[in-house]
């Protein structure tokens, strides 16, 4: 049995992991459950980055935060895509703010993943 060995960067899909399990809660505790487009939209975005963070907790690599990183900025977006930004205002605050979020916590690690180590000078 090979032993799990936890990474800096799992706090981070951790996170993600919540605010993805957050926004699928999101129509019901913000009321826009009968807006089926914002409603579809973050339900099926918050699953994509449900499973995109888990497969990240269990065996990181690229993908998987890529995937982050785009979904987190298409729901940043899709207020406005979709054309709920006018009417449902409670669902383009909660995109704004969790695409936003998800999409930040995806770049951070990226950039956690592939910067240099620092170089030792003699």
Do not use: C, Y
């Not at 909660?94 to 170089?119: T, Y």
């Amino acid at each position: 049995m090979r032993e799990q060995t936890w990474r800096q960067e799992t706090i981070i899909d951790f996170i993600k992991l919540a605010l993805a399990a957050f926004l699928i809660l999101t129509p019901w505790v913000f009321g826009f459950t009968s807006a089926a487009a914002a409603s579809r939209n973050v339900w099926v975005s918050g699953a994509v980055i449900g499973l995109a963070s888990l497969a990240a907790i269990i065996a990181l690599a690229d993908w998987e935060e890529w995937i982050s990183l785009a979904f987190g900025l298409w729901v940043a977006i899709s207020p406005w895509v979709l054309g709920f930004h006018a009417t449902v205002i409670s669902a383009m605050r909660v995109d704004l703010a969790i695409g936003f979020a998800v999409a930040l916590f995806a770049a951070a690690e990226l950039w956690m993943m592939h910067r240099s180590p620092p170089q030792v000078t003699a």
